[in-house]
């Protein structure tokens, strides 16, 4: 894993440099509220250990949601992930655990627990992200969720472009009419699933059985095995 760890490092720092109006960075900034006094550097190091263990090993699938939500990654620094699946998420990738940045009790979202049933279900690696990699809010309302606008995103494509050049995926797929839009805009191609929110679980579910070809329901209540 040493070999990439200079590269992985090198494409969190890229991150957490990234600096928008209304729009909070996990692995630069600290919310007062819910954050411990080194959150940022705590996040910071879990999506390091994530993309180095997925360099090591490899990932046929990139999974690209719109952008991060308050209850799951600005907590987490990880996409689509919340801290109830921290735990799931290192044991995905073989890393050591991975550590919570806040204070209090672990929160939950609901996109997140639909995503790892799948996720357990499918039983490989999949590397996780948005195409807008922060957490945009509304002003004044740092704890909303708001769509990133397009020059927002254009900002960042240069993120986007450095993964997947670092991940070489054989598949990239867009979680939603939006993340979908957004690639296209960034002329990025990929597959498409609906999104599990609002009123989109079935469906959500159906895309992914048919994009890996899974023969029978999925298992929603096995857990996630140690990927080699």
């Known amino acids: 894993m040493a070999k990439y760890s200079a590269t ?7 991150v957490a440099d990234l600096r928008f109006e209304n729009a909070f960075n996990p692995y630069a900034d600290t919310c007062h509220d819910f954050d ?25 699938t990139v999974w690209v949601a719109r952008d991060l939500g ?40 609901r996109t997140a627990t639909i995503i790892w049933r799948m996720l357990i279900s499918i039983q490989q690696p999949v590397f996780l ?14 704890m909303s969720n708001r769509c990133h606008t397009r020059a ?4 960042c494509r240069h ?30 191609k990929a597959g498409k699933v609906r999104h ?4 989109g679980q079935s469906e959500f579910i159906e895309g992914i059985r048919r994009h890996y070809g899974l023969p ?4 929603q209540t096995g857990t996630l095995p140690l990927f080699a």
Do not use: K
């Open 216 to 219: 029978t329901a999925p298992d």
């Open 8 to 14: 992985a490092r090198d494409f969190v720092r890229l």
């Open 159 to 188: 993120v986007m472009v450095t993964l997947l050049e670092l991940l070489e995926p054989r598949s990239i797929l867009a979680i939603g009419r939006d993340a979908t839009l957004a690639l296209a805009d960034l002329e990025i």
């Open 196 to 199: 599990p929110s609002y009123g």
């Open 70 to 109: 308050y209850r799951g990654g600005r907590r987490t620094g990880l996409a689509l992930t919340d801290e109830a699946h921290l735990e799931a998420h290192g044991r995905m990738f073989g890393t050591c655990p991975l550590a919570r940045s806040t204070r209090g009790p672990a929160v939950a979202e």
């Open 36 to 60: 411990q006094p080194n959150a940022a550097a705590i996040r910071r190091e879990n999506l390091a250990l994530v993309l180095e263990a997925a360099l090591e090993r490899g990932v046929g």
């Open 129 to 142: 992200w948005n195409v807008f990699p922060l957490h945009p809010h509304e002003a004044s309302r740092p």
């Open 152 to 155: 927002e995103r254009h900002a």
